[in-house]
């Protein structure tokens, strides 16, 4: 993905969320979705082929920073999606300088700051993630969740890696 491509996005048809596919390099500001075992990871999009994440628990048990890194890193081998907010306060460049002014910051926290709670910010001033809401609403959910998060833990395990972020 070269930084001088235009911004083409391709619907997903059928899906019920507002995520598009991506087919090159997305603008900056852009929020990043992509599919982890029971869970979406989140990111923003900085431009120069670069996302800023909560890195989390991502590489080991030991969680991380906010980071600024590669889209394939971010993407682990998965699908890149943009999750389309036609409402957003902050777009753009307003959108990048609030993800980076975050740089570094260490508080990860499943519950109430992480990778969906930095992009919630960064584009709309709120600490939510819809991940989150949605288990505490329907602990069914939760248990499918975290059962899924662990099978996605020890098939990493086996091959060698460690948890994807």
């Known amino acids: 993905m070269s930084g001088n491509q235009s911004f083409r996005l391709c619907a997903r048809p059928g899906r019920s969320t507002p995520d598009v596919a991506i087919d090159c390099e997305p603008v900056p500001g852009a929020h990043l979705v992509t599919q982890r075992p029971g869970y979406e990871h989140h990111g923003i999009y900085v431009g120069n082929g670069r996302v800023v994440h909560y890195a989390g628990f991502g590489r080991s048990m030991h969680r991380g920073p906010i980071e600024e890194t590669t889209l394939e890193r971010f993407a682990a081998g998965r699908e890149i999606r943009v999750r389309v907010h036609p409402t957003a306060m902050f777009t ?12 570094g910051e260490d508080h990860y926290r499943l519950l109430s700051n992480n990778c969906e709670h930095l992009c919630a910010w960064a584009l709309f001033g709120e600490n939510r ?4 809401e949605a288990c505490l609403s329907h602990p069914g959910l939760a248990c499918r969740v975290a059962i899924a998060m662990l099978k996605g833990w020890i098939e990493a395990r086996g091959r060698g890696g460690l948890l994807a972020a």
């Open 92 to 103: 753009g460049q307003d959108a990048v300088r609030r993800v980076r002014s975050r740089l």
């Open 129 to 132: 993630s819809s991940q989150v």
